[in-house]
C-alpha cells in the first residue's frame, strides 16, 4: 500500500508497532513507520471509537496521536523513529477516560 520514494538504502532502526517487531528507515516520522508496516490507524476517537489516522502530516490536525513509550497524545506525524521506540495505537475513549 505505501512504499518510500527513497532509493537509496537509509540504516534501519527496529520499532515494536502495536507490540510487534517492525525494520523501519532510520529517520522516517512514526506516521511514516506505521503506513510502511502496513498499520495506518492510530488511535480510536475520543467520542465515536472510531478508527482515525493521519491527515495533514505536517502537525496541524492532530488525528496522528499515538502512545510513544507510554507517553499519549504524541503526534505520530512529528516525531522521528528512534531505535527500540514503542509505538501503540491511541484508545483513550469517552470510556476509558472514566477509568484514568
Ligand atoms: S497528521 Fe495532522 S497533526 Fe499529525
Given amino acids: 500500500m505505501?512504499?518510500?520514494l527513497r532509493t537509496d538504502a537509509p540504516a534501519r532502526v527496529r520499532v515494536l508497532v502495536n507490540g510487534h517487531p517492525v525494520e523501519v528507515p532510520a529517520?522516517?516520522?512514526v506516521w511514516s513507520a506505521l503506513a510502511l508496516s502496513g498499520q495506518i490507524t492510530?488511535?480510536?476517537?475520543?467520542?465515536?471509537a472510531q478508527d482515525r489516522s493521519a491527515?495533514?502530516?505536517?502537525g496541524v490536525c492532530f488525528e496522528c496521536l499515538v502512545d510513544i513509550d507510554?507517553?499519549?497524545n504524541q503526534?505520530?506525524?512529528l516525531?522521528?523513529?528512534?531505535?527500540g521506540m514503542q509505538i501503540t495505537m491511541q484508545t483513550i475513549t469517552?470510556?476509558?477516560?472514566?477509568e484514568l
Fill in 79 to 83: 516525531r522521528r523513529v528512534t531505535e
Fill in 27 to 29: 529517520g522516517q516520522s
Fill in 2 to 4: 505505501f512504499r518510500s
Fill in 94 to 98: 469517552e470510556d476509558t477516560k472514566a
Fill in 42 to 48: 492510530t488511535r480510536k476517537a475520543a467520542l465515536s
Fill in 70 to 72: 507510554g507517553l499519549p
Fill in 75 to 77: 503526534q505520530a506525524c
Fill in 55 to 58: 491527515y495533514c502530516a505536517m
